[in-house]
């Protein structure tokens, strides 16, 4: 994922966080090159059709929130099968984590982030958005002390998703009772979470804690939380008043609204009466200073004769006792319903079936249950088909799902110390196998089918593959080959070698006189094998060079154990890189490791073309002895 770049825009540079709903990025946008945090929503949510519809209407709808307790939105998107949010980038801690270090904190300072949480809310509140997860790890603090609520809208785009699963939406410790029954929810859930942030705030616990999600959320349904000032002494009663106002179950005795709440917490601390609130005396009643007053004649009623009021005292009577029949008849007039089936039903789907008819659901007991999922129902009481009185309460067991486990690190170990470890972890060993290992020890567990760290259900099967230690070979006989050929085939072995060279009279230069590792022995992979090689006779005789190519004369040479020589010498072309001569003579025997030098021709010379015949002027063939005379006559002037 790192280093992707989204529509060719946001370029991801590190993760800096991780959730169950998403993972955030640290980004760079390229356009307005600024650093940004991207949220991308987790895979399987991403493949939900429902959720893709959902997290395009909330994120538009989110984009116009703008508010300084906020974190801003600035763009959303997809890029393949990848959602994504942009958001403003704000270094700082999120309260959980200054709540770690810092908690509990003081009562100014948790009206104060309370009341900043608060203004949050109204603003989305108003947009008609509901957080739905209202946590301690949504609450980012900035370096400049700013606070800002982050996450609003991705709850209620992930809601059809979770809810159809069987999933509780929002984070176990934080989610109002409606949440956990799977209800419809308003603002005043995000008042109930709230009303838990304050709680952990103020005392540094949560108010409710259990083994897993499950429970916690039934504790949110059925249990009252422990007032705060059982955990803290100094704690202002207005401000727990608050606190417990936020947490009750029922949605209609909670703050309508953020912004009523933030007005309580601000008279929180000072005890501050209500604007429009009268003052209201309480008489004190003491007998000793009661008089008789005198009461005026003209007050008096008038005088009402005896029998009269004998009749209408014994019509009274009648009246009372007729109603009083009445009364008694109907309240002893009771309604039976047939106890519907609710095993295997969700909670949410299990208490509004019985709401239909009448009657309620309690919950009394949950249970690991490998055939039932979590957070639906195991059995019930009564049993469906019998008689209850409209009111009364089914008792419901709920089941936790498979009891799951961590899968130990069993590379390394025997299989009897595997055992051990499996046993445990509640979990079991399946299929054992064997196979060779050049880094595994024989007998120590090499593999393993699911990888440390992983949770499985309890008793499951974990096969394993146990090293033979380093494959073996058998060791193939390479005596009287070459050394190139030898070194091949041990190469298809898996062996390794290495050279050693000797004079031996009897085999020629370059064969393998012996080997190391007898031949057909059984020895490791990777064994090495040390081959010995002829070097020839002590003495050699020099065989004739002369005319061979200089590179395959040399070669010849030195395999016989000789030192060459080369020496370039001018030639014509055609006796280019061939041997002219050599020294010694062939066929002269020298000690092992003399030098031969072979002169060879570099083809520089250039052959010279014969010279052109000339015709000699002819002679006049005169006696022996004989030569004309010279002419004495003047020549004639022409």
Sequence with gaps: ???????????????????????????????LDRQVAIKIMHPQLAADPTFVERFKREARAVANLQHQ???????????????????????????????????????????????????????????????????????ILTENG????????????????MTRTGSILGTAHYISPEQALGRKVDVTSDIYSLGVLMYEMLTGDLPFRGDN????????????????????DDIPPGLERVIMKALNKDPAYRYPSAAEMKEALRRSLTMEIPPGTETMVIPTYRQDQEETAAIPTSLRPATIPSWLGWSLLFVALLALAGLGIWTALALTRVEYVDVP?????????????????????KIVDQKPNHTVPAGHIIDQDPLAGARARKGDAVNVTISLGVETTKIPTLIGLTIDEAKEELRKAELQLGSVSHAPSSSVAAGKIMRQSVDP?????????????????????????????SFEDAAAILDQYGLKYSREDRVDDGAPAGEIISQSSDPGTEVEKGTIVTLVVSLG?????????????????EGKLRKLGLEVNLISVPSPPDQKDLVIHQDPQPGTTVPRGSSVTLHIGDGTVQEQPPPEETQPPPEETQPPGQTEPPSEEPQPAP
């Design 1 to 31: 994922m790192l280093q992707r770049t989204l529509n060719k825009r946001y370029k991801l540079l590190r993760k800096i966080g991780t959730g169950g709903m998403a993972d955030v990025y640290l980004a760079e946008d390229l356009l």
């Design 69 to 139: 307790n906020i974190v801003n939105v600035f763009d959303w998107g997809a890029d393949e099968e990848i959602y994504y949010l942009v958001m403003e980038y704000l270094k700082g801690q999120n309260l959980k984590d200054f709540l770690n270090s810092r908690a509990p904190l003081t009562p100014d300072t948790v009206v104060d982030i309370a009341s900043k949480i608060c203004d949050a809310l109204t603003e989305a509140h108003d947009h008609e958005i509901v957080h739905r997860d209202i946590k301690p790890q949504n609450i």
């Design 146 to 161: 700013e606070l800002k609520v982050t996450d609003f809208g991705i709850a209620r785009a992930v809601s059809a998703t």
């Design 213 to 232: 999600p499950i429970n916690i959320a039934m504790k949110h349904i059925n249990e009252d939380p422990l007032p705060p000032s059982r955990l803290r």
């Design 341 to 361: 089936t609710v095993t295997g039903l969700s909670v949410p789907e299990a208490q509004q079936k019985l709401e239909d008819v009448g009657l309620d659901l």
């Design 453 to 481: 760290g992983i949770t499985v259900s309890k008793r499951s099967p974990i096969d394993v593959v146990v090293s033979q230690g380093v494959p073996k070979v058998i060791m193939p006989d390479v005596v009287g080959l």
């Design 537 to 553: 006779p002590e003495s050699v005789q020099v065989p004739n060079q002369v005319g061979q190519k200089a590179a395959a004369a």
